[in-house]
Structure formats: structure tokens, C-alpha cells
């Protein structure tokens, strides 16, 4: 809930801050507040003192000025929250494909070992194969129902 400013304690005052002659306040008892508990303890009084409200008319290009500045102030805060923002979003991106990286990269290490395996296991297969192929049994079968010359135990022979 927003508390509701006086208009005494809001507009242009004299010596917000040591190094600025005049300046607008939402809230003077803010900055009263702050000097009263961080400023050094001999330099208050003068501070509480001289921290007044203008009375006068200021000039007509000093409130423009000052108007053109707060409006570049709360661009500056709307462009830096959208940079934070999006720089949240680009770290959670970043957070996500390194999580979906290291997964893809432990799966294809996985293949390639299953791979592997498999690759010895043909290896292994094929030789268990070839052996049982000089089987007697084959080879008798094979001269019997085949009778052909043209095979020399190994491959075909091509006139």
C-alpha cells in the first residue's frame, strides 16, 4: 500500500545533498531520516538546517530540465530492469542447454560404447561363424548337393 505524501513534505528544497544547490523530493522526511542516521554527527545540524523548501518560482527551463531529466532517470531504470531481465533469461538459457549438453554428451558416450561392444560382439560372431563354416558336415553337404569346382574352400574361383 502506498503511503500518501503531504504536500509540505514533497517539491523543490535547498540543499538535499552537499554537492547540489536544489533538488525535487517525493519525501524530504526520507532524506531527513537518512541524514539523521548516516551522516557524521557534527555535519547534522548544519544539513537539518540549511535542508529547506523553495518558496519562490524557479526558473521555467530549470523544471523543464529537471522534468527531462527524471523521465531519462526512470528510462534508465526501465532499460536497466529489462538488460537484468534478460540477462536472468540468457543465464537460465545457458543453464539449460549446458544441462541438455552434458546429457547429449553422456548419451553419445553411451552409444559409442554400446557401439563398441556390439562391434566386438560382430567381430566375435562373424569368427564363430567362419569356423563352424569349415564344419565337415558343411563341406560334405556342400560337395554332395553343389558338386561345383569353382569353390576353393574360401571363395568363388571366376574363370
Not at 525535487?24 to 539523521?36: C, L, M, Y
Not at 527531462?68 to 531481465?85: C, E, G, H
Not at 547429449?104 to 558416450?109: E, F, I, R, Y
Request: charged share 45%.
Amino acid at each position: 500500500m502506498t503511503k500518501k505524501i503531504e504536500a509540505k513534505y514533497m517539491g523543490f528544497f535547498w540543499h538535499i545533498h552537499h554537492n547540489i544547490l536544489v533538488e525535487w523530493s517525493d519525501d524530504i522526511n526520507e532524506r531527513i531520516g537518512a541524514i539523521k542516521k548516516n551522516k557524521p554527527q557534527n555535519e547534522i545540524p548544519i544539513r537539518l538546517k540549511l535542508l529547506k523548501k523553495v518558496k519562490g518560482k524557479l526558473p521555467k527551463e530549470f523544471i523543464e530540465a529537471d522534468k527531462a531529466r527524471d523521465k531519462a532517470d526512470k528510462a534508465l531504470d526501465k532499460a536497466k530492469d529489462k538488460a537484468y531481465k534478460a540477462d536472468k533469461a540468457l543465464d537460465k538459457a545457458k543453464d539449460k542447454a549446458f544441462k541438455a549438453w552434458n546429457k547429449a554428451d553422456k548419451a553419445k558416450d553411451k552409444a559409442f560404447k554400446a557401439w563398441n561392444k556390439a562391434d566386438k560382439a560382430l567381430d566375435k560372431a562373424d569368427k564363430a561363424l567362419d569356423k563352424a563354416r569349415d564344419n565337415k558336415q558343411i563341406i560334405k553337404l556342400h560337395n554332395k548337393e553343389c558338386g561345383c569346382k569353382e569353390w576353393t574352400g574360401k571363395e568363388i574361383v571366376f574363370g
